[in-house]
């Protein structure tokens, strides 16, 4: 270890702040992709179903490295412009995770009881109104542990950057290595590298998740919303909830007949 510069050094913290930014630009990209392409897999029109399962099954069943290279180097000879290195990774990996993320988001929202539809149904709720305010609350917190291990796998996916000459932190463990002729130090630091970063993604979203189960009252949150969801009378600030307003529209509904 001795033999890498502090200037080396720098080339890798370099590299570790790309990664994260392929990273959080992907993720973005994907969730859009997920969401979109999910829901409309259940979608009441079958072409709309078609169509997205079409692009599901062929991002599914295509390389993201092969599909990268395609982007970078085919797309430019038939449409006369090419994207810089970064965004053509951006885009690859976005759509390719975002359509691994749709399969997440059709499975939740899928699972959401027929029962809490047609109480949507029943408050006169049109078909967006049904899915923003009754089925996706209650499948969100369904969705973030698939999620998180989605995002683990993106974060390793960025290192597939490296063929196009991005700076990641595989591509930057190259120079390195080259540099100095060690191989066995620089990829341990690398891949304590990637650990870290899985490490601390994974406690981001566990805190989403803590709070995505809270907020559908399935566990009670921490720190100060637990002290004031604790303070009496705070049922009835929760009485507007998408939940409970089904709920309660289905026991009401149920008792009617």
């Avoid at 408050?123 to 369904?142: C, H, Y």
């Amino acid at each position: 270890m001795s033999d890498i510069t502090s200037g080396l050094w720098a080339l890798i913290l370099d590299g570790v702040w790309i990664t994260v930014q392929l990273t959080v630009f992907s993720a973005a990209l994907g969730a859009v992709v997920a969401f979109v392409v999910g829901i409309a897999r259940t979608h009441r029109l079958w072409i709309v179903r078609f169509v997205s399962g079409a692009y599901f099954e062929l991002f599914r069943g295509t390389s993201a490295l092969v599909l990268m290279i395609w982007v970078f180097f085919v797309v430019p000879l038939t449409l006369g412009w090419q994207l810089v290195p970064m965004w053509a990774a951006v885009l690859t990996l976005g759509c390719t995770y975002g359509a691994y993320g749709s399969e997440i988001v059709r499975g939740a929202v899928a699972a959401v009881s027929p029962a809490q539809r047609e109480a949507g149904v029943a408050l006169g709720f049109t078909p967006a109104q049904r899915m923003r305010k009754i089925v996706l609350p209650q499948a969100w917190p369904e969705m973030v542990p698939p999620f998180n291990n989605l995002l683990i796998e993106l974060l390793k996916g960025t290192a597939l950057v490296s063929v196009l000459g991005v700076g990641d932190i595989t591509f930057a463990a190259q120079l390195v290595r080259n540099a100095t002729g060690q191989s066995a130090p620089v990829y341990t630091v690398i891949l304590v590298m990637y650990f870290v970063l899985a490490f601390l993604l994974t406690r981001v979203m566990r805190l989403v998740e803590r709070r995505a189960k809270a907020s559908v009252g399935r566990t009670p949150p921490k720190g100060r919303i637990a002290t004031a969801l604790a303070r009496p009378g705070a049922g009835k600030a929760d009485a507007g909830r998408p939940q409970d307003l089904v709920a309660g529209s289905s026991a009401a509904s149920g008792g009617a007949s």
